[in-house]
């Protein structure tokens, strides 16, 4: 097979017509309000409050800043049960926060954290589960829920993959205390940079609004100490007009994921997670595959530099787990996260990006079949 004329990336952020953008941008221009509130970022935060269907939002300028000023506004301190696999933001708002990640194995279909595992790393510290939805797939929600009832646990839900999700009907972002959405440009749905907080706790609108602007109450009231963590109103621009095509993007994306499961799920030492159960809307955010070694005939970090030959930037998220950065590597593990670290070992995350032709999500499945059908061939 030939490779790609142009480098095909694991992600690309889905664009609005540039003529409905550039109106957008005109009446901000008019306006000449860039920040801090403004007229854009009001109206989309309304259409956000009627797309889940609750009063209880706040808008970031990144995921990242959204998940540590919940995690403060929440006051939620000593030690907090956390999964290794994930992107490395979701440990950093544990850090800034000067709390302990208590690291948890996670499941082999779901990836994510594995309740029958959590309670056995409770101890008089921990104050909260936070759980990721990791690549859009929610975690057992049910399951989680009755732990943090039972031991009095704030659940936390990083969804930073899953907007779009539905669970029994409703939103991923009602299930537990609060939700982080990252809205960053490789998301399914973005916002340029952004992210969003949605919680069931309506006293929590004034606190995260302090937080997110200095801690202002007033023009000479700061009530607590607050960072700069505001959306402008080009990022509001940006997610209010891709509220319109979410329903589109969400329908490529499953295009995609299922011309991939299709054509590939016969190839030994190749697997995909488990379908959702029938009660979960998916979003196909993302497309991990899983390498076996040994069946598949070349190891997970073969194929992913093979690939590149042919001008494919597959990803390895999320690898090295969390525990093996230079950052966390001193932190005590007490739990063994084997099934953790056989998947962030086999893992690859394939190109999906609205874009992406059906042509050419063919083309990438033929030539990962060449590559397994002959492993030690040369490249062209
Ligand atoms: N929690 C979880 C579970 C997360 O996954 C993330 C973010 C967060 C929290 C934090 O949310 P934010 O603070 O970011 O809102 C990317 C994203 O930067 C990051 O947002 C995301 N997770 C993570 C999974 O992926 P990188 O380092 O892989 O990005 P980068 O720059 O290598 O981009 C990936 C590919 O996308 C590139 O190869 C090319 C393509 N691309 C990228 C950009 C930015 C484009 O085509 N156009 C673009 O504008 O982290």
């Known amino acids: 097979m030939k490779k790609f004329n142009q480098p095909i990336f694991v992600t690309k952020p889905f664009l609005p017509p540039f003529e409905e953008f550039c109106q957008g941008l005109r009446e901000i221009w008019e306006k000449q309000w860039l920040t801090n509130n403004g007229p854009v970022l009001k109206k989309y935060q309304k259409e956000l409050k009627r797309y889940f269907v609750t009063d209880n939002i706040c808008l970031?300028?990144?995921?990242?800043?959204?998940?540590?000023?919940?995690?403060?506004?929440?006051?939620?301190?000593?030690?907090?049960?956390?999964?290794?696999f994930t992107f490395v933001a979701t440990t950093h708002a544990l850090y800034w926060n000067k709390i302990r990640p208590v690291f948890c194995d996670i499941e082999s279909d779901t990836f994510t954290i594995?309740?029958?595992?959590?309670?056995?790393?409770?101890?008089?510290?921990?104050?909260?589960?936070?759980?990721v939805h990791v690549f859009g797939r929610p975690c057992k929600i049910d399951a989680l829920a009755d732990i943090?009832?039972?031991?009095?646990?704030?659940?936390?839900?990083?969804?930073?993959?899953?907007?779009?999700?539905?669970?029994?009907?409703?939103?991923?972002?009602?299930?537990?205390n609060i939700s982080m959405f990252s809205f960053h440009a490789?998301?399914?749905y973005h916002s340029i940079e952004g992210g969003m907080l949605i919680f069931k706790d309506s006293n929590l609108n004034q606190i995260f609004s302090y937080l997110k602007n200095f801690g202002f109450k007033s023009e000479t009231e700061v009530v607590m100490p607050g960072t700069n963590a505001k959306m402008n109103e080009i990022q509001a621009l940006m997610g209010s007009i891709l509220l319109k095509y979410i329903h589109e993007?969400?329908?490529?994306?499953?295009?995609?994921?299922?011309?991939?499961?299709?054509?590939?799920?016969?190839?030994?030492g190749l697997s995909f997670s488990p379908d959702p159960t029938?009660?979960?809307?998916?979003?196909?955010?993302?497309?991990?595959?899983?390498?076996?070694?040994?069946?598949?005939?070349?190891?997970?970090?073969?194929?992913?530099?093979?690939?590149?030959?042919?001008?494919?930037?597959?990803?390895?998220?999320?690898?090295?787990?969390?525990?093996?950065f230079a950052c966390y590597q001193n932190l005590?593990?007490?739990?063994?996260?084997?099934?953790?670290?056989?998947?962030?070992?086999?893992?690859?995350?394939?190109?999906t990006?609205?874009?992406?032709?059906?042509?050419?999500?063919?083309?990438?499945?033929?030539?990962?079949?060449?590559?397994?059908?002959?492993p030690a061939g040369l490249d062209r």
Request: hydrophobic share 40%.
């Open 249 to 268: 993007i969400i329908k490529k994306k499953k295009k995609i994921y299922n011309i991939y499961k299709n054509q590939l799920s016969d190839i030994p």
């Open 278 to 324: 029938e009660n979960i809307e998916y979003n196909y955010a993302y497309v991990p595959i899983l390498i076996e070694k040994i069946a598949f005939g070349m190891s997970r970090d073969e194929l992913y530099e093979r690939l590149k030959k042919y001008n494919i930037f597959a990803r390895r998220y999320f690898y090295p787990l969390l525990t093996e």
């Open 353 to 374: 990006y609205a874009d992406l032709s059906e042509h050419e999500v063919c083309k990438i499945c033929d030539i990962i079949r060449e590559i397994h059908i002959n």
């Open 332 to 351: 005590a593990v007490s739990m063994s996260l084997a099934t953790a670290k056989a998947v962030a070992e086999q893992v690859l995350t394939l190109p």
């Open 148 to 176: 943090a009832h039972r031991h009095k646990l704030t659940l936390i839900y990083d969804a930073a993959h899953a907007f779009g999700v539905q669970v029994n009907g409703k939103s991923i972002g009602q299930y537990g």
């Open 186 to 188: 490789t998301k399914l």
């Open 114 to 131: 594995d309740p029958d595992k959590v309670e056995a790393l409770i101890t008089p510290w921990t104050t909260a589960i936070l759980a």
């Open 60 to 84: 970031f300028t990144n995921g990242t800043l959204a998940l540590q000023i919940a995690l403060q506004g929440m006051g939620i301190s000593g030690e907090v049960i956390t999964t290794p």
